[in-house]
């Protein structure tokens, strides 16, 4: 599973670094960073931080096997 985010749609408003902050993580320029790719013990909190994203900035897709 890869996570895509919409750079444009994104506001920054943080949902997503409270439900995953290992995973995601805003600079103080309010700019958001993928600090990993979810792997097995972090895909559920990824899941709820794209479904909670506000602006619909975060999508995932399914990696190659």
Known sequence: MNIIVDYDACEANGLC???APDIFQLDDEDRLHVLAQPDEHSADR???AV???PKVALSLAESPD
Do not use: K, P
Request: with cysteine.
């Open 17 to 19: 670094e409270g439900f």
């Open 46 to 48: 990824v899941r709820q």
């Open 51 to 53: 479904l909670a994203c």
